[in-house]
């Protein structure tokens, strides 16, 4: 009788916990094939499969993030900082579906009066994002994945350097399994070289196992908060071989200017923040910035060669 009384028991037991941890994994993962995954590993593995979604399953870096923002009123480091204009597009505009989407999904408008340059290959990208640096005045804010010490990565860090000597304020950001695991990183030069550089959740075994695979993956780089290059490409030696331009790794990245590029100023300042604790704000972004204007959608005259645009700039903690 006890031993049934114990299976019936377990039985039951089991069965909330998964119903449980099905539920979070529904309304939480914003892939549906990450909740399937999760439902899978948890309903075939009752035990395992709990206890794994507690540990990797649950984002805990975005919560914490969200609540060092809501408990600080951390305020947007730039609101126009990038362009006076901030029109949103109508939502009966041509693009008025796609506007709604953007919305709903990164919590940005999409606004009307950007410039996109596009940036074919490491030839393209790099000689651009080099020429900014050399011409930054107030600050520089950079966040990659990858930053090699050698090959092209050598010129940025020499361009880093000389605008540290100019008095350009200078913020890094590079993920900590690249620091960590690879030996050509240049994390450890711009360290000793005096440059404001961290490594984004690095993961202290045991404390932070549960947050080991949250990487942070975006490839931005911020010029007086007023210039902005996004895309697929790191700092990296195999998108740069002028020796042998064809092996080289092809991949597209841009050159933004326009209100956009506030989305980029927020989205590092987050990251920022979350890693270090240290609020940038506008005198780090080199201009005193208005209010943020209530938003609401308004009607836009789209500018001659001015494309829509939001916050982008390589994946977010995602599982």
Not at 10 to 26: D, E, P, R, T
Request: net charge positive.
């Amino acid at each position: 009788m006890d031993a049934v009384w114990f299976e019936w028991t377990a039985f039951i037991l089991f069965g909330v916990v998964g119903l449980i941890v099905s539920g979070h994994a529904l309304l939480y993962k914003r892939e549906a094939r990450s909740a399937l995954l999760w439902l899978l590993v948890v309903w075939f593995l009752p035990v395992l499969g709990a206890v794994l979604y507690l540990l990797i399953g649950i984002n805990r870096l975005q919560r914490r993030a969200q609540r060092l923002r809501d408990a600080t009123a951390l305020p947007p480091a730039a609101e126009q900082i990038a362009g006076e204009d901030q029109t949103e597009l109508l939502a009966d505009d041509d693009l008025g579906g796609l506007a709604r989407l953007v919305q709903q999904v990164t919590g940005q408008p999409l606004l009307a009066g950007n410039h996109l340059t596009p940036l074919v290959n490491g030839v393209q990208a790099y000689p651009a994002m080099l020429d900014a640096i050399a011409q930054a005045r107030h600050s520089i804010a950079l966040a990659t994945y990858i930053f090699d010490r050698d090959g092209i990565g050598d010129q940025f860090v020499h361009a880093l350097l000389a605008a540290q000597q100019r008095g350009v304020s200078i913020r890094i950001l590079i993920d900590d399994v690249y620091v960590r695991l690879v030996r050509g990183s240049a994390f450890k030069f711009l360290k000793a070289a005096g440059l404001n550089v961290v490594s984004f959740n690095p993961p202290v075994l045991p404390a932070r196992l549960h947050a080991a695979n949250l990487r942070n993956h975006r490839k931005l780089l911020i010029v007086d908060g007023q210039i902005g290059f996004t895309g697929g490409m790191n700092i990296h030696r195999p998108y740069w071989r002028p020796e042998n331009p064809a092996t080289a790794f092809r991949d597209l990245h841009f050159h933004v200017r326009g209100p956009v590029v506030r989305h980029m100023v927020e989205t590092f300042t987050d990251d920022w923040y979350f890693t270090t604790g240290e609020r940038l704000d506008t005198r780090f972004w080199g201009r005193k910035a208005p209010n943020r204007p209530d938003r609401h959608w308004r009607a836009a005259s789209k500018p001659a060669r001015m494309k829509p645009l939001t916050a982008c700039g390589g994946s977010f903690w995602a599982r």
